[in-house]
């Protein structure tokens, strides 16, 4: 009997493991943006990050090219993002890395418009 329940709690875990890594269409949420206030993020396609340090979420709305990303703690936003960025920021292997250095402080929403 122990063995049956074993490979059913592996199937568990797994079946979790696979919503968890799915990505979340966002239905219904809203989050605060530091610099914005709420946004409701219906538009968006969200995906939950798990190996990254720095960055927990990425949000992307592709016909606003607009990005909300959760970096620990604190929501951020940033406009006029193209596709291209975001794809790479997705694929990459240091995903705060690429924030760093092709995301943050060039697509200021101040400057460019949602």
Same mark, same amino acid.
């Given at each position: 009997?122990?063995?049956?329940?074993?490979?059913?709690?592996?199937?568990?875990?797994?079946?979790?493991?696979?919503?968890?890594?799915?990505?979340?269409?966002?239905?219904?949420?809203?989050?605060?943006?530091?610099?914005?206030?709420?946004?409701?993020?219906?538009?968006?396609?969200? *995906?939950?990050?798990?190996?990254?340090s720095m960055v927990n979420r990425l949000c992307y709305d592709p016909k606003e090219q607009y990005v909300i990303v959760?970096?620990?703690?604190?929501?951020?936003?940033?406009?006029?993002?193209?596709?291209?960025?975001?794809? +790479?920021?997705?694929? +990459?292997?240091?995903?705060?890395?690429?924030?760093?250095?092709?995301?943050?402080?060039?697509?200021?929403?101040?400057? *460019?418009?949602?």
């Open positions: 009997m122990s063995v049956l329940k074993s490979i059913f709690f592996k199937w568990v875990l797994f079946a979790i493991l696979i919503v968890l890594l799915l990505p979340v269409a966002s239905a219904a949420e809203t989050v605060y943006v530091k610099y914005r206030g709420p946004v409701d993020l219906e538009p968006f396609k969200c *995906n939950w990050i798990f190996r990254s959760k970096l620990q703690k604190t929501y951020y936003h940033y406009c006029e993002v193209p596709s291209s960025i975001v794809d +790479a920021w997705k694929d +990459a292997d240091s995903m705060g890395r690429v924030y760093l250095s092709f995301v943050k402080g060039r697509f200021d929403c101040r400057k *460019n418009y949602v």
